[in-house]
């Protein structure tokens, strides 16, 4: 009996040492640079952290793009340099990487976007305002009825709410953002660009789904269990690759459309809607429309660039998305709906 036991001691020892779980920070934290390419660091001194503090320092006197972001949050995330040090098993530290990773990229561009739609409904807000007053002077000099003067007043005091519910969801999508990141203090006031401008061309789908199968972490997990796990391990493996294939597929799809639409909006819509409003002032100017058209030219002016802007970040989000499902992290709905202007395009009656 004291044998046989000796036995099963052995081989639980025996398995134990094969999962490999790492204890040294030092061999985790280098697995992640060398998977994400990206610089590492274990934050186990007060030098160590004052290290960080310089280089994080550095990048953030700049204004933030999404792989700056994604290094500042790889080197500087708290959770990230306790997976470092816990070491539950060799893929511990390199999927919570990954899952950061994901979500910063996302957060960067739900900002980014956040920001660019508050600032562009602050200059339809002047804008609206600058239409009120010369509506209501108009009204006092007798060229506009009471029914113009109020429907001017109404399109400011509805963009004025826009303005507030943007500027809302740009504080809140920010601070998503310095969370990531692992900011606080004087750090947090980092500057935000606007949104990168669409590639001059997007990935093919041919071996996205080879590509994933060969490379996400989650997998390698899944294969190094089945040494040790057998069948049971197998069927898992067999279904996470079912999965994975087919969250590549979708993500491609998402990836593919997203670019199509933003594309429409770039080269397209917004084209079309300068010319409309171009159109439409030129007209008034010769009396040849009311002040009814002017305002509701206004109104689906602001909700097409609003769209635009929104079509542009959803294109980034299914990008980081896309990198997601082929090597890991967690994968996230393409799009959080964005702003809906309630300055809508529909004119009612005269």
């Given at each position: 009996m004291r044998q046989a036991a000796g036995v099963v001691t052995g081989f639980v020892l025996?398995?134990?040492?094969?999962?490999?779980?790492?204890?040294?920070?030092?061999?985790?934290?280098?697995?992640?640079?060398?998977?994400?390419?990206?610089?590492?660091?274990?934050?186990?001194?007060?030098?160590?952290?004052?290290?960080?503090?310089?280089?994080?320092?550095?990048?953030?006197?700049?204004?933030?793009?999404?792989?700056?972001?994604?290094?500042?949050?790889?080197?500087?995330?708290?959770?990230?340099?306790?997976?470092?040090?816990?070491?539950?098993?060799?893929?511990?530290?390199?999927?919570?990487?990954?899952?950061?990773?994901?979500?910063?990229?996302?957060?960067?561009?739900?900002?980014?976007?956040?920001q660019q739609v508050a600032s562009y409904l602050e200059r339809a807000l002047a804008s609206a305002e600058a239409t009120a007053e010369l509506t209501r002077r108009l009204a006092q000099a007798g060229g506009a009825n009471r029914l113009d003067q109020a429907r001017a007043a109404e399109l400011y005091v509805k963009v004025a709410n826009d303005v507030r519910r943007a500027r809302l969801?740009?504080?809140?999508?920010?601070?998503?953002?310095?969370?990531?990141?692992?900011?606080?203090?004087?750090?947090?006031?980092?500057?935000?660009?606007?949104l990168p401008p669409l590639p001059a061309s997007i990935e093919v789908a041919a071996g996205v789904e080879a590509e994933a199968v060969r490379g996400r972490v989650d997998l390698m997990a899944a294969r190094h269990a089945v040494a040790h796990e057998g069948a049971p391990a197998a069927h898992r493996l067999e279904a996470l690759?079912?999965?994975?294939?087919?969250?590549?597929?979708?993500?491609?799809?998402?990836?593919?459309?997203?670019?199509?639409?933003?594309?429409?909006?770039?080269?397209?819509?917004?084209?079309?809607?300068?010319?409309?409003?171009?159109?439409?002032?030129?007209?008034?100017?010769?009396m040849l429309v009311d002040v009814f058209t002017v305002l509701a030219t206004v109104r689906e002016s602001v909700a097409a660039n609003v769209a635009a802007i929104s079509a542009l970040r959803d294109f980034h989000l299914a990008e980081a998305n896309l990198r997601a499902t082929l090597i890991g992290g967690a994968v996230a709905p393409t799009a959080k709906g964005g702003i809906t202007p309630h300055v809508d395009a529909a004119p009612g009656g005269h």
């Open positions: 025996a398995l134990l040492a094969q999962t490999s779980v790492i204890a040294d920070p030092y061999v985790a934290a280098a697995q992640v640079a060398q998977r994400l390419g990206v610089a590492t660091a274990v934050i186990a001194t007060d030098a160590d952290a004052e290290a960080v503090r310089q280089r994080v320092a550095a990048a953030l006197a700049r204004p933030l793009d999404a792989d700056t972001a994604v290094e500042i949050a790889v080197l500087n995330n708290r959770a990230l340099q306790a997976a470092y040090i816990a070491g539950e098993h060799e893929f511990a530290a390199l999927e919570t990487a990954l899952d950061l990773v994901g979500e910063t990229r996302r957060a960067y561009f739900n900002a980014v976007a956040a969801d740009a504080t809140l999508a920010r601070e998503e953002l310095t969370r990531a990141l692992g900011l606080w203090g004087a750090e947090a006031g980092y500057t935000l660009p606007t690759a079912i999965q994975v294939r087919s969250e590549v597929r979708a993500a491609f799809a998402a990836y593919q459309a997203s670019y199509e639409i933003a594309r429409a909006y770039r080269d397209d819509v917004i084209p079309l809607r300068r010319t409309i409003d171009e159109e439409i002032v030129y007209r008034y100017n010769g």
